[in-house]
């Protein structure tokens, strides 16, 4: 068995064997070339995406930055985005389902190195596959590692380190991430409650309008205001006119009305 057929298969092998080595430096050429176009050349970048990827959906975009180690490893499904720094360590395979945002500096990891220091000083390692569902959105520097399971319907948080499979229809954070809060779309498929249930909640519902027992609004003939004509005559009012000879005699221009 070569070292890649070890590979494939999660059993340890050697990273150093010369087809592998020979593999990963195609690989990295690919990526580079790719980080080295401008921003605006969508059909050689679209290209060089086609010979790197096993397989990839329709209205797929990965911006620069991006970094593989094989790429005959990962599949891609339909609308997918990757943000500048996407790193994909696809020793194993890696598979993202459709409807995946990828946040930028996010690493997927299918390496490990064992935990016995006497095997890892050998050189040997392991590859497990990481398998990404549908509708799945990945915040800012999530790292992701080796033999990975995420469901469908899940938000990672920023900065999250995913050691332990997440459960479809999930919020989940922190380090080691962990789900944190059941999604609206989970909680919108709930059972409903029992007709009995609904029953007991409906005297509850009326039992305000039975307690009512406040008096009853004044009615309209008593909040209308009072017509002008029946209102009472405040008393005589008494106007007092002067005749002004010379209206500009005073020092200020205007009559002086105050004697």
């Known amino acids: ?37 401008e921003y605006n050349d969508f059909q050689k970048r679209e290209r060089i995406i086609d010979r790197t990827v096993a397989l990839k959906g329709e209205n797929v975009t990965i911006e620069a930055g991006f970094l593989c180690n094989y790429g005959y490893n990962i599949v891609i499904g339909n609308n997918f985005h990757a943000d500048v720094n996407c790193i994909l360590i696809d020793n194993a395979e890696i598979t993202f389902g459709d409807n995946v945002y990828v946040g930028p500096n996010c690493c997927f990891c299918t390496a490990e190195r064992p935990l016995d220091s006497v095997t890892r000083n050998t050189g040997l390692e392991r590859a497990k596959p990481i398998k990404v569902g ?27 380190v995913v050691t332990k499979d997440i459960p479809s229809d999930c919020i989940a954070a922190g380090n080691p991430c962990l789900p944190t809060k059941i999604t ?17 909640a409906q005297p509850a519902q009326t039992a305000p309008a039975a307690q009512n027992t406040k008096a009853t609004p004044p009615s309209m003939e008593e909040i209308r205001p009072v017509s002008p004509e029946n ?28 004697k």
């Open 184 to 200: 609206e779309r989970s909680a919108h498929h709930e059972a409903p409650k029992k007709p009995e249930e609904k029953q007991a």
């Open 231 to 258: 209102r009472k005559p405040a008393g005589p009012r008494h106007l007092e006119v002067r005749r002004v000879e010379n209206p500009n005699n005073g020092s200020s221009g205007f009559p002086d009305r105050r």
């Open 1 to 37: 068995m070569t070292e890649k057929e070890k590979q494939q298969a999660g059993e340890l092998y050697d990273a150093s064997d010369r087809e592998l080595f020979t593999e990963r430096v195609k690989a990295r050429k690919l990526c580079g070339e790719f980080n080295a176009l």
């Open 134 to 160: 549908n509708n799945v959105c990945f915040g800012s520097s999530v790292t992701v590692a080796a033999g990975i399971t995420i469901g469908n319907n899940v938000v990672i948080a920023a900065g999250s």
